[in-house]
C-alpha cells in the first residue's frame, strides 16, 4: 500500500488524467471513492463554459474549482483526488496554484519536465508527482528539484511507449520500435530514485504507465518494485467517465489497429486513433484554426496544421469527423462501459490471483 504525503492509497492504481473534458469530477471523484487516485485533467477543463473561446482562463478557473469540489463530494473522503498539468500550456503556473488552492491532494505534472514546479504557491503543502519516459529526466529532475528547492517528489510516474496522448520519446523511437520497455525503464527509473528517498527518510513511490492493461500486468509490474500502476484509457469505458456517450461507444468500438503515432501540435508525438481528421492530416492537409485561446506555449495559429483545442473539444462530444481521440496502444481492452466500481474490482481481483 502506497503512502502518499501521509495519505494511505488503498488501492495501487491511479486513474490517468485525460483532457479535454474526459476525466473531470465525476470520473476522479468515483476512482478516489473505491481508494483509488482520481485524476481531473486541468487541460482547458472549462470548454464547456459559455465564455471559454472568449476568456479561456476565467472559464478554465472557475471549472478546476468546481471539478475539484465535485470530486471531493462523491470521494467522500476516500482516496485522494489529483489533477494532471502540462507543462507546455501556457498557463501552466496559474492552473496549477488554483488547482492547489481549490484542495487537490497531488499534482501529476508531464508533456515537458515541470523543473520549476516546487517553487509554486502552495506547492509545500501538496504531494507533487513528474512524469518522466527515461531514467535520464529523471536524475536530471531529481537533481535539479533537490538542489534548488531541497524537495524530492513525493511519487513518479513513468510513462511507457505504450500510452496514449502525449508521449516523451521521440517519432523515430516509436514507429521503429525502439524506445525502452517499461519492464527495462522501471529498475532503471528505481535505482536513480533510490538515494534521493534515503534522503528524504521516506519512501518515493513509482507508478508506471502506458500498456498496463489489467490487474495481471499490474501484479507483475508490482513484483519489480512498482507501486502501483497508472491507468486511463480503460476509464473511459466507464458510466461515470465525463465524456459524451458517443465518445465512450468510439472508444468501445475501437481496435489495436487503429492506435497511430501522430505529431501533435504541441511538437510532441503522440499516440490517438486514426480518425478522418488524423487521415486527413496525414495527408498533408492543414486546417486553420478558426479561434484561438493560446492554450499551448509551443503551438504557432500562423502555422500549426490544426487547432488541437477544437479537435479535443469535438472528439469529447462523439464527432468522429472532426475529433482527436487520444487513446493507449491497447485500446481494445476498453471492451464494455460498466461502472468504475466494477472495473477496479476486476482490476484487483486479477492482481490478487497473482498473489
Not at 330 to 354: H, Q, T
Amino acid at each position: 500500500m502506497a503512502v502518499i504525503r501521509g495519505k494511505k492509497l488503498e488501492l495501487p492504481v491511479i486513474q490517468g488524467g485525460m483532457g479535454i473534458g474526459v476525466s473531470l469530477g465525476n470520473l476522479a471523484g468515483y476512482v478516489a471513492r473505491e481508494g483509488g487516485m482520481g485524476v481531473i485533467s486541468i487541460a482547458n477543463p472549462g470548454y464547456a463554459e459559455r465564455d471559454f473561446w472568449d476568456d479561456p482562463e476565467a472559464a478554465n478557473f472557475r471549472a478546476i474549482e468546481k471539478e475539484i469540489r465535485k470530486a471531493r463530494e462523491i470521494a467522500g473522503g476516500c482516496g485522494m483526488i489529483a489533477v494532471n498539468a502540462m507543462v507546455a500550456t501556457r498557463s501552466y503556473r496559474e492552473s496549477v496554484e488554483k488547482a492547489i488552492s481549490a484542495g487537490a491532494d497531488a499534482v501529476i505534472s508531464g508533456a515537458g519536465l515541470p523543473i520549476n514546479l516546487p517553487g509554486f504557491a502552495g506547492a509545500e503543502k501538496t504531494a507533487l508527482a513528474p512524469v518522466v519516459s527515461s531514467a535520464r529526466a529523471a536524475a536530471a529532475l531529481l537533481k535539479l528539484w533537490d538542489k534548488r528547492f531541497g524537495r524530492q517528489p513525493d511519487f513518479l510516474v513513468i510513462e511507457g511507449s505504450r500510452a496514449g496522448g502525449h508521449l516523451g520519446f521521440s517519432q523515430q523511437e516509436l514507429k521503429e520500435g525502439r524506445a525502452k520497455p517499461l519492464e527495462q525503464l522501471l529498475p532503471e527509473i528505481l535505482a536513480e530514485v533510490a538515494p534521493f528517498a534515503e534522503k528524504a527518510g521516506r519512501e518515493i513511490p513509482v507508478f508506471v504507465a502506458g500498456g498496463v492493461r489489467d490487474g495481471h500486468d499490474l501484479a507483475r509490474f508490482m513484483r519489480l518494485g512498482a507501486a502501483g500502476a497508472q491507468m486511463a484509457t480503460r476509464f473511459i469505458a466507464t458510466e461515470e467517465c465525463d465524456a459524451s456517450p458517443a465518445y465512450k461507444e468510439i472508444m468501445v468500438k475501437a481496435d489495436q489497429s487503429q492506435a497511430v503515432i501522430i505529431e501533435s501540435p504541441v511538437g510532441m508525438p503522440g499516440r490517438a486513433l486514426a480518425s478522418p481528421l488524423i487521415r486527413e492530416i496525414c495527408r498533408g492537409r492543414r486546417i486553420p484554426p478558426r479561434r484561438c485561446t493560446r492554450c499551448l506555449t509551443p503551438c504557432d495559429p500562423q502555422t500549426t496544421p490544426y487547432c488541437i483545442t477544437a479537435a479535443l473539444v469535438e472528439a469529447v462530444r462523439g464527432n468522429w469527423q472532426k475529433g482527436l481521440f487520444f487513446c493507449g496502444a491497447d485500446v481494445d481492452r476498453a471492451d464494455r462501459i460498466r461502472p468504475v466500481a466494477e472495473l477496479l474490482a476486476s482490476i484487483m481481483e486479477e492482481w490478487r490471483e497473482e498473489q
